[in-house]
Every structure is written in C-alpha cells, then in structure tokens.
C-alpha cells in the first residue's frame, strides 16, 4: 500500500512537543522526509522518527528571526533538494481571559511568534515552491482564529493566521500550491498541560466540546496530514476546525 506522502520533503515547526511532534512523526510514517524545528530544538522527536525508520532532522529556529527562518527553509531545500510541505505551527499562549487589555507587552510578544512568525515562514517556503509550480503549507490556527475565545493577542493572531492562509491562498492557487490551515479546540499538549493536571480545569475544557473531552496531539495531525496530501487535491483556503464541535454549538 502507498504511503500519502512517499518521498515528499516536509519543514515542521514547533516540532519539539505537542501537536508539532505528533504531526512530523505522522509525517515520517506516511514516508516524507522531515526538517523538524523548534524555539529548543526538536532532537527527540527526530530521534522517534529515525528510530522507527524514518529520515529527519533537527533545527533550532526562532521564528521571529527572519533571516534564521530563510536559511533553515534554504538548508532543507539545499540538504534534500525541494520542498513539498510546510507545516508552520510554532506558537505561544501568553494570556487568558483576565489578562488586562492594556498588557500590550504580552500582545506584541504573542502576535510576533503566532501571526508574523508564519508570515515570515509562509515567505521563505513560497519562494522555493513557486518556481516548482507545486507544494502545500499547512498554519496552525485555533478555534480562537474563529471565535473571540483566549486574549487579545492570542485571539487576533489565530484569527490573522486564517486570513494569512486565505491570502496565501488565492495569491498563490494558479502557482500549484494550496495552502490551508488547521484550528484545533483545547488539545491534551504541553501548552495545556498545567490546565490538564487540574481536575477543574480538565472539566471545563472538556466540556467546552460536545464530545465532552479534550482532543489529542495525533487527532491535529491527522488532518494536516489529510490536507497536505494529494486527497486534498481540490482544497485551498480553508480553515479545518477540528475541535470536537466547538464552532458548530
């Protein structure tokens, strides 16, 4: 049986945990090679993939540095040739709904990783895909990119991602390359992990789906996996809720 993404090249970033990691292993299992990077690099989450077979690599990558972000993006292309898929999800949550709307500090610092990080990353990936006439980028937004859910920066950010997607999108649809994004609901990570040790908690976030439970790392990369191979062939510009039907209540 074929794999969906037999020898594509894949760049990754928040890979080190969470819904990054999950998503480049899947990556690897579905047979594309894989650029794993993150804030502290990605080295065990590359070593999962290597010792199950597969072929990665680490990178440690800021992705505000716009000038680290293209030479990570270069390297990959310049190591193994092309780049077929981008997932771009490093992000931060700073805030939560009592954080003071004058904490501008804390916005800039949250907008600056989440909405200008995946611009900056969305930039390099687009300059090697466009003259192959080919790839698919995958963002990481959130159901806060559709609701008015979390902070003020976390919130506008999300929301920008969905709008950086759709611009992407259109701008790049007659070029051979889709560009969709992901919004997860609240997802078993480390990002959430303080608030999962908390039975309270726990319970409100599992409540806040109608399948009363959080969701998991591998159930995200299962659609982005969907979504950069070729059965999403005729998807472009879309944000995939996948939040256990957060944004249908």
Known sequence: MNKLLEG???FVTGGAGGIGAATAIAFAEEGAKVAVSDLKGAADTVATIVAAGGEAYAITLDV???A???AAVDGVVAKWGRLDIAFN???VSLEDMTTPWESVDVYEKVVAVNQRGVMLCM????????PQKSGAIVNTASVAGLTGLAGAGYCSSKHAVVGLTRSAAMRYAAEGIRVNCVCPGAISTPMTESDSLDPQSKAFMAQMHPMNRM???REIADGVVFLVSDKASFITGHPLAIDGGYVAR
Do not use: P, S, Y
């Open 123 to 130: 930039a390099a990936e687009l300059k090697h895909m466009a």
């Open 215 to 217: 969701g998991e790392a």
């Open 8 to 10: 594509r090249i894949a």
């Open 64 to 66: 505000t540095d716009q």
């Open 68 to 70: 680290a972000v293209t």
């Open 89 to 91: 999800n490093a992000g």
